[in-house]
């Protein structure tokens, strides 16, 4: 099932002007995943402008923030946490910690969105 922008941010259950930290991973890699930041409005867009252009993505889930700033760092605490697998860069691996993280923090989707 591949969802577009209203569908997806309405089947998660938040507005178009949500600031939310997501994760995602590529169909066929069950390990690793991406952390990123976004508003309801953008989420769609700034997850098929990222992902590699040969697999579909899975958006794995999401966790809703207050505002910008409270987006931010809770993503820069999850890649503390977690552990990046590239200093600059966001990916981290799909780890026992990670679906701990996931499990707790997150709502979970894993859908297909592209």
């Not at 992902?51 to 409270?70: A, F, Q, W």
């Amino acid at each position: 099932m591949r969802l577009q922008t209203v569908e997806l941010v309405g089947f998660i259950g938040i507005d178009i002007d949500s600031y939310i930290v997501y994760t995602w991973r590529r169909f066929n890699d069950k390990n690793y995943a991406k952390i990123g930041v976004s508003t309801g409005a953008k989420l769609r867009e700034r997850l098929v402008w990222t992902y590699h252009p040969t697999d579909d993505i899975v958006l794995i889930g999401v966790m809703k923030c207050g505002n910008r700033k409270e987006t931010l760092a809770r993503e820069t605490s999850i890649l503390k946490c977690l552990g990046r697998t590239h200093p600059k860069r966001e990916w981290v691996e799909i780890n026992e910690n990670f679906n701990e993280l996931i499990d707790q923090e997150f709502t979970k989707i894993e859908k297909i969105v592209g």
